[in-house]
Nanobody
Framework: QLQLVESGGGLVQPGGSLRLSCAASGFSLDYNALDYYAIGWFRQAPGKEREGVSCISSDSGILKYADSVKGRFTISRDNAKNTVYLQMNNLKPEDTAVYYC?????????????????????WGKGTLVTVSS
């Protein structure tokens, strides 16, 4: 499994922006870069179930977003830096949650077209995003 570390969370006012980063490491010899993995962003608000926010395939050819964030969030990746980003604009109080990134198994881009991006293997520990005035 990969090691994933999220960063970039914090407190922001409604209408503000944040960019989350997900740095990956711990690659195997056979799959030694992020290029082989689909990456998803998930969030869990207090008292709610975890939900899939966005997903990006290994080559960025598939980009998926939850309806609640379409038009406001943008997922991207820099495979040379083994990092995936989530740019979040026009943040709303209901975006408040712990945000997690997760990686698929190698060659598993299909997870991005599954309901809720089911099938992720590796998970980070999360970063807290609080949207409040």
């Amino acid at each position: 499994q990969l090691q994933l570390v999220e960063s970039g969370g914090g407190l922001v006012q409604p209408g503000g922006s944040l960019r989350l980063s997900c740095a990956a490491s711990g690659f195997s010899l056979d799959y030694n870069a992020l290029d082989y993995y689909a990456i998803g962003w998930f969030r869990q608000a207090p008292g709610k179930e975890r939900e899939g926010v966005s997903c990006i395939s290994s080559d960025s050819g598939i980009l998926k977003y939850a309806d609640s964030v379409k038009g406001r969030f943008t997922i991207s990746r820099d495979n040379a830096k083994n990092t995936v980003y989530l740019q979040m604009n026009n943040l709303k109080p209901e975006d408040t949650a712990v945000y997690y990134c997760a990686a698929s198994t190698p060659y598993s881009d299909y997870v991005c077209v599954s309901r809720g991006y089911v099938g992720m293997e590796s998970w980070g520990k999360g970063t807290l995003v609080t949207v409040s005035s």
